[in-house]
DNA sequence: TGATAATGACCGACCAGTCAGTCATATGTA
DNA sequence: TACATATGACTGACTGGTCGGTCATTATCA
């Protein structure tokens, strides 16, 4: 007979212990497939208590979604409010800072949760949407005006759709978390080549510059 | 009491019948909400009956995935055989195809069926690579070196990853079925936005041709 | 009148959510 | 300090309901 230890925590750690184990869980298995009781004995608690710091599944998985909110946002805030770095710096910083800190990590697999299961959470879709779809196409809507201004972009179009900016991080997620297995794909030189692909040579900004 | 009127059927209409009604099931719930009685109903015929003609579950959902695979492919390859198709006409007329065929009809959401729930069937995932997007990169990269030798691509890089190609496709997929209720995305502005992004403009293919 | 297809009641595994009871700790009392 | 009592976080067996899959029965066909 396993002698079970019971443990107080702090409430707030305690919550944070389990989003972490849920974060795991439907991250490895999905919404439908992940049970409560596989949170709990990955948080190392007992069923019921999860129900102690959350109403039910869904309020746990929309509140694990939400929290997770990057920061990455703040930082790209941050950079474009610097006249002084360039639209394609931003941009590739941007590129950078989501393989280090989403492609790279764990996060990933909660971006595939919100493309899988955002159709049935009208909430979380909705919070994607308005915390960091529309706030990042806002940052890329005056990037993408001041790389027009001075000539940087290769077809002025795209700033009529910011979107096409984002598209590379989709395409990644999706290839990564589905196809990688069958066929690698380098994203890297994914990301390198769409900023070429994007924004003009270096060496074409100052007109009559030779490369 | 309802008197019920029994039917037979040749095995092959019913087998598309139940497929057809599988579609509608999974496309509007997911394949975990939805239950084999909804699909037997929608099929007008009672639960046992689906079990005659697919052996689970999980089997008619990878069957339809599957089954549906589009004769899209087949219209690219065509297309792409002819030498004197341009590979900016060619891309654009997938693109098109694409938008005609599948995103604008119920198709779209087989595909984001394959999104969300490959991970959990790696049938599914690796029979889409297969079929689907291996051959579409093949064809891809065919057109690809062509435009490159032609001098047709803004950016030649793009021909070592074809891939950037279908962003457009999966970004729109994905914005249509998500994000639309809250922000519409035009997605012919999209794609000919990318096209134009890919290809020079046309005035520039001569050397020396005035805009 | 077999042979075949279809039915839907039924089974049992599974699981979200509940709640009566437990016990480590904090507080009050002598 | 030593003991009694109160608190509430924690537990896990249990419930009620759901749903994938089965199969004895019934209807239809050749």
Redesign the pocket.
Known sequence: MVE??????D?QQ?RAEILNAAFACFAERGF???????V?ARA??????????F????A?FTELVSGVASPILGQMGELVANESVTPRFAVSMFYSLFRREVLETDRRHLLRLVLAEGPMFPAVAEFYHREIISRGLGVLRILLARAVAHGELRNPGIAETPQIVMAPALLSIVWTTLFEPYEHLDTQKLFDTFLDTLFVPAGDLLEGGAQ
Chains 1, 2 share one sequence.
């Open positions: 079970k230890r019971r443990e107080k925590r409430p305690r439908a497939a992940t049970r409560m009781e596989d709990a190392g608690i007992a069923k019921g208590t999860v129900y102690l710091h109403p039910d599944k869904d746990l």
